[in-house]
């Protein structure tokens, strides 16, 4: 039995080792360090160019690729670093045993801020007017929020529940609303809370529910059966 035991043994211990590696953040720390960096060498060489691709200087083409150089390096450096975070942050989230879906919902959010944060500084450092983009993007926002203003509502009530928690996965509660039909009730065990829908199993079969429904609805634990 001794002998078994020690396979058994390494075999635990070279899993703790391998999801300690992963878990280990010093990667994407050093990427989006050499990030901040590139950007700050970037934007010291700006200085001594009034503008890219100005011929009437020769002096100043070994800034102008310095600068254009490191803002390269910090887009891609800064697109890596954020990447490799926010996938090491979800695999934390779900060995603590939080749901595959709020773990995913922080990942996406991560990239969606990263992405747009190095984007807008991306193009500070290449001379590029921010203003008028941001304005261009705001009205375009607004137009595409209109559209999809259910399903971005369904997101945002995702967030809600992610981060108040009224239920968890496994749960068995009732939701009462109006909008659940007739009775207005709907009673079953939670087993997804996703980005836009919540999934309850019914025992007859599995019900979707969107976020904006079950965040407004009225929650909580199925109450007893009582005999007549």
């Known amino acids: ?16 080792r391998a999801v300690k590696r992963k878990t280990r953040p010093w990667k994407s720390v050093l990427a989006l360090l050499i990030a901040v960096a590139a950007a700050g060498v970037s934007g010291w060489s700006r200085q001594y160019f009034p503008h890219f691709f100005d011929t009437s200087a020769p002096g ?4 102008q690729l310095i600068c254009a150089g490191c803002a390269l390096a910090f887009a891609l ?17 779900e060995m603590s045993h939080s749901s595959a879906s709020h773990a995913a919902m922080v990942r996406y959010a991560l990239l969606l801020i990263g992405a747009l ?9 290449f001379g590029i007017p921010i203003g008028q983009l ?18 971005l509502g369904n997101v945002f009530a995702g967030l809600v529940l992610l981060i108040a928690r009224p239920f968890h996965v496994g749960d068995a509660i009732r939701l009462r ?14 087993t997804e809370i996703g980005i836009t829908y919540v999934r309850m ?13 079950a965040l ?13």
């Open 60 to 63: 100043t083409i070994p800034s």
């Open 177 to 190: 609303a109006s909008a659940l039909g007739a009775s207005g009730m709907l009673d079953g065990t939670v």
């Open 201 to 213: 199993d019914t025992g007859e079969c599995v019900m979707t529910v969107p976020n904006s429904m």
């Open 134 to 151: 941001v304005l261009g993007g705001a009205l375009t926002s607004v137009v595409f929020g209109l559209a999809a203003q259910q399903s």
């Open 77 to 93: 450096f800064a697109s890596v670093g954020t990447y490799s975070l926010s996938g090491q942050i979800r695999s934390i989230l």
């Open 216 to 228: 407004a609805a009225i929650s909580g634990p199925i109450p007893p059966a009582t005999d007549a």
């Open 117 to 125: 944060s190095t984007l807008v500084i991306t193009l500070g450092l």
């Open 1 to 16: 039995m001794h002998l078994q035991d020690g396979p058994q043994l390494d075999l635990s211990v070279q899993v703790a």
